[in-house]
């Protein structure tokens, strides 16, 4: 079955530093790929998505490129802020079965920024 | 924007008894919609799929009779944890999808604590 394989830190990082947070799936078919961010308290927030090989999701200053040779899409950002400490996933969706498709979730990456 | 809802956001119940977990869909209709548990220091894992008007879809090893999903309405799914155990404590999140889009958006969460 699908499954995604992320670091599971947790990643302490020093404010401005840069950050990358790996993530490599296995998926029988053309999954879409995701990172989704879990703040202290707060249920999870889409940060960005890419839906096939060679897209570059991006947002809030985070990217990430879905490489389908490796098969991997990591989590980058040149430099990280306070505000950015938090719970991400990486997660997949197999893309079958109409609307009715399923995410598949990575173990989360605790980050944590320091002043 | 597509906003979900939770209520309650924290419950503690006694042993034995029953709970129920409403997630709405606040500014959008949903055609499908996810119940998740999070556990601590773990991923995200489904539990079931509902889609309005039809009975849920459980992941292999949830226990139907236990948590009892309804999806009455295109903005409203309940979970109810019924007999609820200590060992049913956890974090209990909700996402939704709205008709189309392949995309989930998150609920807050709901902390069931069990005594």
Not at chain 2, 48 to 62: I, L
């Amino acid at each position: 079955g699908d499954s995604v394989t992320q670091m599971e830190g947790p990643v302490t990082l020093s404010e401005e530093a840069f950050l990358t947070i790996n993530c490599t799936y296995t998926a029988t078919g053309y999954p879409s790929l995701f990172w989704y961010v879990q703040y202290p308290g707060e249920g999870l927030q889409l940060l960005l998505k890419a839906t096939k090989a060679d897209d570059k999701g991006s947002n809030k200053g985070f990217e990430a490129t879905y490489r389908k040779e490796t098969t991997s899409f990591h989590l980058e950002k040149g430099s990280v802020q306070v505000s950015d400490s938090a719970v991400y996933f990486c997660a997949l969706s197999d893309g079958s079965g109409g609307s009715n498709y399923k995410l598949t979730f990575g173990k989360g990456t605790l980050l944590t920024v320091n002043p | 924007g597509a906003v979900v809802s939770q209520h309650p956001s924290r419950v503690i119940c006694k042993s034995g008894t029953s709970v129920k977990i409403e997630c709405r869909s606040l500014d959008f209709q949903a055609t499908t919609m996810f119940w998740y548990r999070q556990f601590p220091k773990k991923s995200l894992m489904l539990m079931a799929t509902s889609n309005e008007g039809s009975k849920a879809t459980y992941e292999q090893g949830v226990e139907k009779d236990k948590f009892l999903i309804n999806h009455a309405s295109l903005t409203l799914s309940t979970l109810t944890v019924t007999s609820a155990h200590p060992e049913d404590s956890s974090f209990y999140i909700c996402s939704a999808e709205r008709g189309g889009e392949y995309e989930q958006y998150f609920g807050p969460g709901t902390r069931l604590t069990v005594t």
